[in-house]
């Protein structure tokens, strides 16, 4: 079981970047889905977070700019990302605690795609 995250770059402040991570391997269930973020310096912190049913909680920070959703049928989860701003750079990993049977969950992680918020 693996999560592959990709859409990571580099984009000026103002500008949107879109965020993909897909879990693949002996999948039983994913839920939830999230992404973390990693400024330098700085402890992970969550950015949001989606149910399989579709709920969905954000950091306060990110609340009105960025938006979560996933496909259940292709166990991927997106952020899409606007109005970026400087403080948004940072690596940002996807989670989400996959069941590979109905006795057996975990939390995985992704290997982190870095965004940089620049002019």
């Known amino acids: 079981v693996q999560l592959q995250a990709s859409g990571g770059g580099l984009v000026q402040p103002g500008g949107s970047l879109r965020l993909s991570c897909a879990a693949s391997?002996?999948?039983?269930?994913?839920?939830?889905m999230g992404w973390f973020r990693q400024a330098p310096e700085k402890q992970r912190e969550l950015v949001a977070r989606i149910t399989k049913g579709g709920n969905t909680n954000y950091a306060d920070s990110v609340k009105g700019r960025f938006t979560i959703s996933r496909d259940n049928a292709k166990n991927t989860v997106y952020l899409q990302m606007n109005s970026l701003k400087p403080d948004d750079t940072a690596v940002y990993y996807c989670n989400a605690d996959i069941r590979r049977n109905v006795f057996d969950s975990r939390t995985y992680w992704g290997q982190g795609t870095k965004v940089t918020v620049s002019s």
């Open positions: 391997g002996s999948i039983y269930s994913v839920d939830p």
